[in-house]
């Protein structure tokens, strides 16, 4: 007969085997739970939202010719395939049918301010949270004209673009040189006669920097890429929105601009730059700059060179005809006005010789301000017509605005797909619009009358045609 403790050890192996057969039945039934409910589950998980378009006439954004009567299948936010009829995999697509309309893709403008919602004068004493409520209509107004992508050339606008990513307010994709770097006295000093560097209102908040030498500027470029800058904008020279920089002046050394070049290099980016003087185009030229915006002061020589170079130039072409007129009243100084004036009169010849030797431009008005204003950067597109043909005019919208995008390289903030292009793969950024802007490019313009759907990333934002 086994004793008491011959039992108690008995009893103690029977107990944990008990425990153990437990243990090993309760694995096997948390295996089955999710051995039968993960398929379960994902075969509930929604299928991506589709959005077929049919009887559209397409404009890829790269050919000059239309494909007649195709149909657009979009899932999530790509176009997944484009045809004649049936398409395979439009099992459960919304049906948008174009009437004959013709497909385009969202515009993209490469030269934006979306944070500068009055002229710069009427902003110093604007607080941040007053400035970031002034971008949302902005922002959204943008968008609902065709402009499904911009490249934001000097301003905070990294919160903004945050937003609008996480789809919390509506508007188009942003690709930000964040502040604008500018020498003391150079077109992004804004701040008063008084202050020194560092007090003034836009330094404070994050809209520009003002450096000194090579080792500073390294520092703010660093800085702005930190913050989430695709790429950087110097101001090389004087400007006509701003008061203690003439517009003949070069603001940065040869130094400071090659140091400019190197870092944004490191980055994997580019350097761009507000520039008017054909002096500063060629410093920046010999420090491997790859592209600059106005150079409207710029001599024929150097437009050869530029085109030797393949460099493309952002252009601003409404703007001289506006500052003769409505947009007189962004310059709130006897300094500004008489830049102005000047430019409106001297600042046309560069398109004659881009035209001339094969330059490539950019679509990017530089027109800011509240919803009305930064309106005019879509009747601008008509306005080109005064020293560009409307083939060149679509060209600059679409084809070379791309080649500025991508100059970003690993810093662009949306490369799963094609930007400015309707192809397989691209991103479902679409316009449906009454006629065939490549013969009337106008109609890109008309956001009232013409442009009847807007989508943005597989969403649909605005459609008229219901």
Request: some cysteine.
């Amino acid at each position: 007969m086994p004793d008491n403790r011959e039992r108690k050890m008995y009893a103690e192996r029977e107990f944990r085997k008990a425990i153990l057969l437990l243990t090993g039945l309760f694995a096997c039934l948390v295996m089955a739970v999710v051995l039968f409910t993960a398929p379960a589950s994902a075969a509930e998980e929604k299928p991506k939202p589709q959005t077929l378009f049919i009887n559209v006439n397409i404009f890829d954004g790269i050919n000059h010719k239309l494909a007649k009567n195709k149909r657009v299948l979009v899932e999530g936010n790509f176009i997944k395939t484009i045809g004649d009829k049936d398409l395979k995999g439009a099992k459960h697509a919304e049906i948008i049918d174009g009437g004959g309309r013709t497909l385009v893709p969202g515009m993209i403008d490469t030269h934006t301010h979306l944070a500068l919602g009055l002229p710069v004068g009427n902003m110093q004493d604007l607080p941040w949270d007053e400035i970031a409520i002034r971008m949302v209509p902005v922002a959204k107004d943008v968008l609902m004209r065709g402009f499904t992508t911009v490249r934001d050339f000097c301003g905070n606008t990294h919160g903004l673009r945050r937003t609008i990513n996480a789809g919390i307010i509506p508007g188009p994709r942003i690709v930000s040189a964040g502040a604008c770097i500018s020498a003391r006295s150079g077109h992004g000093d804004w701040s008063n006669y008084v202050q020194e560097k560092g007090e003034g209102h836009f330094e404070k908040l994050g809209m520009s920097r003002l450096v000194s030498g090579p080792d500073e500027m390294r520092e703010a470029i660093r800085n702005e890429m930190r913050r989430g800058a695709s790429f950087i904008k110097v101001m090389m020279g004087g400007g006509l929105a701003s008061s203690y920089d003439p517009v003949d002046v070069d603001s940065f050394s040869p130094e400071e601009i090659r140091a400019a070049v190197e870092e944004t290099e490191r980055w994997g980016t580019y350097l761009s730059a507000h520039v008017f003087t054909d002096s500063g185009v060629r410093m920046g030229i010999d420090a491997g700059m790859k592209t600059f915006d106005h150079t409207n002061y710029a001599t024929e020589d150097t437009y050869k060179l530029l085109a030797e170079k393949n460099i493309p130039i952002g252009a601003q072409v409404y703007f001289l005809q506006q500052i003769k007129g409505p947009a007189k009243a962004a310059f709130t100084t006897p300094e500004q006005r008489r830049k102005a004036a000047y430019m409106a009169e001297n600042g046309h010849k560069i398109f004659e010789y881009g035209r001339k030797h094969g330059v490539k431009f950019g679509f990017g008005p530089d027109l800011y301000g509240n919803v009305e204003a930064a309106r005019q950067s879509s009747e601008a597109i008509a306005g080109r017509r005064e020293y560009f043909p409307d083939n060149e005019i679509i060209d600059h919208i679409y084809k070379n605005n791309v080649i500025l995008l991508e100059m970003t390289g690993e810093r662009l903030p949306y490369k799963e797909g094609p930007l400015g292009e309707i192809s397989e793969g691209a991103y479902a950024d679409i316009l449906l619009v009454e006629g065939n802007p490549l013969k009337d490019v106008a109609i890109l313009g008309d956001w009232k009358n013409k442009i009847d759907l807007v989508m943005k990333d597989g969403k649909v934002y605005k459609n008229t045609m219901k």
